[in-house]
């Protein structure tokens, strides 16, 4: 399971987190710098606003002072009414800050009014002081001419006067006032420091706050005010200025203020309002440090409740997280709990449906997996009924194709044989899947019983009507549930007649061969109509009757289902019988197994796409012209070895040979073999033993002991053979025909055969002897006789005493004693025959047990010729067999597991003993299946 490294609470948590932080850090970033803007702009703005409202009020102030004078200045204080003059003192006088009012003509006072005098000062000498300063300005009114007022501050027992002094045509205005009053109220109110000052920058008044103005360098201070006055009187038509200066303070320490200034041109002063930045900008900094403060209590509240969230969304997350590993490690069913009406919950609510679903779905899974391996079995097994390849004995040829619409089908075809016969069956159950398929193992089992019993009742090989009825009893267990056709062929390869039995299946089409056609015609394929019965398991005393056909050379019989008729394309058109018919005549039925692939590949190219609806099964019984027989020569061919006088011999058993060097495609391979033996000669004997037979000039007992017995070669011949090619033929005949048992095949035709029973232990001498009477042995070499007697008593006596076997399968009478008599039962009764050919002479003792296998046989060989003893310990060959395989010419074994067994040793009829003494002994096996 894959480690969480980062979960995604803490994911959500950061993404959410920064995008706040983020969000809050920009809006405060810029909420405090619009903020810091915009209270620097009120700020300025502010002392803008303050500089012009002082500059306004000192002009206003003289503006309302010249208003009140001004019909004195016009007409002369002589001129007017007393009482006028008594008014306008009144008004004068509600100005506390006016000393007096004077207006000068040419070194003369034309009127003067005297209003307050300053604190702590005798009128006596305000006025004298007054007197004394009218009289200097007396001396210099053409130089006072003018519009503006003229302002300057006089000092007088530390009271400062303001003196202001205007240029009339009709003379000069002097007014003088307390600098004190005039500016306490101008400033009042204020939080600026304020000051006057001229062109000189002498300062006229000052106000406001003085807190910290005497903190500042008045040098640098000046500085500034120079500065700032030029600017202000040349910058623009406002004449108003608000800029920052550092200035140095006491210290060596510099502050950083505010001045604004304004430049009053009536009376050629400069107004100035200063103020230190840090106390302009206090009230922006507490409101951005609270501002500060209060965005990080909202994101602290926002990081907090972002956890909350993060922690309602992840834990659903987690819980399915747990459910889904849960799941994913086979605990299925598992369920998950979450409240809610969110997307969470309904994705909770449908991840608990497909856990209760794969947990259903997983039981149906098993369900299925077990029903598709007991599917899977059953295919398998069904598979075991077919033959696994195409037969072909002699002449005869049996192939078969098939294919199943579903895992199991409800389609089998199957052959065994009987010694020269052999029975062929094709059979269709109702419909195809698992019950047509147990009705097919009904049938292939039933057959399998019918080939054991058919060793105690040959009588069913001469009528496939009672084999079909053996058939029908056993479909009839399914109570006609599932109902079979079948059709039964018996061959008798000897007489070439074929008998078969119809159950309501598909008529076989019989072919008959013409010479000089080599497109067959379709008249040339008759259906089999007749012998035509009900189908297996469908009535229980149904009687099958049989027909017969002479299976002449190059004819054939065809067998089909009818899943090949009724087989359909992606039109929906039938393949039929026509296209049967004309798929038949284009395969030239020359080869069995070009028969069947040729009907399935046209077949299936009809079909195309077309999904297969029903079983198709073919199968071609065809009886060749001849046997063909692939044959290869391997190792140093002796010089004398006539491969045309073996051809010969093959010929007279209607087989034609076609000589390959290709080892993989040959049928029989007949190798040279000289010992010791090579590896490379040791591999291919190992690789090819069941088909090649081996010429060998080596001793018998150098043949059993380095030729048969480490490889499974059942193939000896002796190089000296008294009629080598005849041997080769007659065996190689032999197996390919099937024609394994009796000494008749060996012989040949008007041999001399006589066979006994033996029934009793006590009979074998006698009966042994009576056999060797029966035939005239006096021309050939004296010892044969004796030969004889002892081969065939030792094979007599194995057969009765070493053959029975009790129902538990241990061996019935191996323990008793020989010398004794005792009777033996119908089955365990021995047949005994000798016979006599033109060059061999033959004995044949065959019992109904089928135990001796090869193995068995090669074992006791040697351990009898290694210890020249009988076996005691335990049962199975011994020095019987060996005596066996060192007096004959040929010692053949005939095996059915478990059924038959047949020893025959041959006799070459020599003259002379020493001529057969110095035959190899030959051996032979063939195993019937």
């Keep these: 399971m894959q480690k969480i490294l980062v979960p995604l609470k803490a994911k959500i948590t950061v993404l959410f987190g920064s995008l706040l932080v983020s969000a809050l850090v920009f809006y405060v970033y810029y909420a405090i710098k619009l903020f810091n803007e915009d209270k620097a702009a009120y700020i300025y703005d502010s ?54 009012v004077t207006f000068l003509v ?34 210099r009114t053409q130089a006072l001419s003018g519009k503006n007022f003229t302002t300057r501050t006089l000092n007088l027992s530390g009271s400062r006067i303001l003196e202001m002094v205007k240029s009339y045509a009709e003379g000069v205005l002097v007014v003088r006032l307390s600098a004190s009053h005039f500016f306490k109220a101008l400033a009042k109110g204020r939080q600026h420091y304020f000051l006057l000052f001229n062109e000189n920058l002498e300062t006229i008044l000052d106000g406001g706050r003085r807190d910290f103005i005497s903190q500042l360098d008045s040098t640098d201070l000046d500085l500034a005010k120079q500065v700032l006055s030029y600017q202000v009187k040349h910058a623009s038509e406002v004449g108003a200025e608000v800029m920052e200066f550092s200035l140095l303070g006491k210290g060596e320490q510099r502050q950083t203020v505010l001045l604004g200034m304004k430049f009053l041109p009536d009376f050629k002063l400069w107004a100035l309002a200063l103020i230190p930045t840090d106390e302009a900008f206090r009230a922006a900094r507490f409101l951005i440090q609270r501002s500060a403060i209060l965005g990080g209590l909202l994101l602290s509240l926002c990081i907090f409740f972002g956890i909350l969230f993060a922690r309602g969304l992840t834990r659903p997350l987690e819980k399915l997280t747990a459910m889904a590993q849960k799941v994913a490690k086979g605990e299925f069913g598992s369920t998950v709990t979450i409240k809610g009406r969110d997307e969470l919950a309904a994705l909770a609510t449908t991840f608990n449906y497909m856990s209760k679903e794969i947990e259903h779905y997983i039981g149906e899974m098993k369900e299925k997996a077990r029903l598709e391996n007991e599917l899977y079995v059953a295919q398998l097994v069904q598979s075991t009924f077919f033959p696994d390849q ?130 067959p015609q379709k008249d040339q394929f008759v259906p089999l109509m007749e012998a035509n019965g009900a189908r297996l398991g469908h009535r229980p005393d149904e009687v099958y009757k049989y027909e017969e056909v002479m299976l002449e050379k190059g004819d054939a019989v065809f067998f089909y289902t009818d899943g090949i008729l009724e087989a359909e394309n992606a039109e929906g058109k039938p393949f039929g019988q026509r296209r049967l018919l004309k798929t038949l005549s284009q395969t030239k039925m020359l080869k069995s197994s070009s028969v069947v692939d040729g009907v399935f590949s046209d077949l299936k190219n009809f079909m195309g796409e077309a999904p297969l ?126 024609h394994l048992w009796g000494i008749e095949g060996y012989l040949g035709e008007g041999a001399q055969i006589h066979s006994e029973e033996v029934a009793s232990s006590e009979k074998i001498m006698e009966i042994v002897s009576q056999m060797i009477d029966k035939f005239d042995l006096s021309t050939y070499f004296g010892p044969l006789k004796d030969f004889l007697a002892t081969v065939s008593v030792e094979l007599v006596s194995n057969a009765v005493f070493d053959a029975a076997k009790k129902p538990s399968g241990e061996l019935k009478y191996y323990n008793l004693d020989r010398t004794e008599a005792h009777a033996l039962d119908l089955r365990e009764k021995v047949l005994f025959k000798m016979g006599r050919g033109e060059k061999l002479m033959a004995i044949s003792v065959e019992d109904n047990f089928g135990g001796l296998k090869r193995d068995i046989i090669l074992n006791g060989i040697l351990r009898a010729m290694r210890e020249k003893m009988p076996k005691t310990d335990t049962a199975g060959a011994g020095l019987g067999l060996y005596m066996a395989f060192g007096l004959s010419s040929t010692l053949v074994v005939n095996l059915r597991d478990d059924k038959r067994t047949e020893v025959i040793a041959l006799f070459d009829l020599q003259k002379r003993q020493k001529q057969y003494k110095e035959r190899v002994t030959s051996f032979h096996f063939f195993r019937e299946e």
């Design 47 to 100: 002392t803008l606003v303050s500089v012009e409202a002082l500059g306004e009020q000192v002009r206003s102030q003289m503006s309302e002072i010249e208003s009140l004078l001004w019909p004195l200045i016009k007409g002369g204080a002589e001129q007017a009414p007393s009482r006028d003059l008594a008014n306008l003192k009144q008004a004068l006088l509600r100005k506390a800050e006016i000393y007096e």
């Design 106 to 139: 040419k070194d003369r006072n034309k009127f003067q009014i005297y209003l307050h005098r300053p604190e702590g000062l005798e009128e006596e000498n305000y006025q004298a002081f007054s007197q004394l300063e009218n009289k200097k300005l007396s001396g």
């Design 390 to 519: 195409d037969w072909k004995k002699g002449c005869i040829e049996v192939s078969g194709r098939f294919r199943s619409a579903s895992e199991c089908g409800g389609d089998w075809w199957g052959i065994f044989h009987h010694g020269p016969k052999s029975v062929i069956f094709i059979c269709d159950a109702t419909g195809h899947g698992v019950g047509a398929a147990l009705m097919t193992a009904t049938a292939f089992c039933s057959l399998r019983n019918l080939k054991q019993i058919i060793y105690d009742h040959p009588d069913y090989l001469e009528n496939p009507g009672k084999i079909l009825a053996f058939m029908n009893h056993a479909a009839l267990g399914l109570k006609g549930e599932i109902l079979m056709t079948a059709v039964v062929g018996v061959l008798d390869v000897d007489s070439n007649i074929f008998k078969y039995a119809n159950a309501s299946h598909c008529p076989p089409l019989f072919f008959k061969n013409k010479e000089n056609t080599p497109q």
């Design 613 to 738: 609806t029903d079983d198709h099964t073919v199968v071609c019984l065809k009886r060749q012209e001849k046997q063909l027989l692939k044959l290869a020569f391997h190792g140093t061919t002796a010089p004398d070895f006539d491969r045309a006088r073996l051809k010969e011999e093959l010929g007279k058993k209607q087989i034609v040979v076609d000589e390959t060097e290709n080892l993989s495609e040959a049928d029989v391979i007949l190798h040279w073999c000289q010992l010791p033996l090579s590896t490379q000669e040791a591999e291919f004997l190992k690789a090819n033993a069941q088909k090649v037979y081996v010429l060998s000039d080596a001793r018998s007992e150098e043949n059993i002991e380095f030729i048969l017995s480490p490889f499974e070669i059942r193939h000896v011949i002796g190089k000296n053979a008294l009629d080598l090619y005849g041997e080769i033929s007659a065996n190689i005949y032999k197996e390919r025909s099937g």
